[in-house]
């Protein structure tokens, strides 16, 4: 809920506090909030050119480094992030 009231805002403090909600190990059955966290983050994101680009780098990470069901919210994320803006180096990921 809280990601689709700050959507295209580009709040800074909303994006670290999703981030924040994805650092957690939990089992993949309880992790569903986690990946509502990750398609916040490119919502919250799509505002503003340099949210975008950090945003794309913190999905890159989690795409690297997280859990199986962040992982699977993250080529949907990306396409939030990049809704009406393509960019190839989106498509090349």
């Known amino acids: 809920v809280e990601s689709m009231a700050f959507?295209?805002?580009g709040d800074?403090?909303?994006v670290q506090k999703m981030?924040?909600?994805c650092t957690?190990?939990?089992e993949?059955?309880?992790a569903t909030h986690q990946a509502?966290?990750?398609l916040g983050i490119g919502m919250i994101a799509m505002g503003e050119e340099v949210g975008a680009e950090m945003a794309l780098r913190s999905l890159d990470h989690i795409l690297q480094y997280g859990e199986l069901p962040l992982r699977r919210a993250v080529p949907v994320a990306l396409a939030i992030l990049h809704l009406s803006n393509p960019k190839v180096m989106?498509?090349?990921t």
């Open 28 to 30: 993949e059955s309880e």
């Open 24 to 26: 957690e190990h939990l």
């Open 7 to 9: 959507a295209n805002s």
């Open 19 to 21: 981030l924040h909600a």
């Open 90 to 92: 989106v498509i090349d």
């Open 36 to 38: 509502v966290a990750v």
């Open 12 to 14: 800074v403090l909303h």
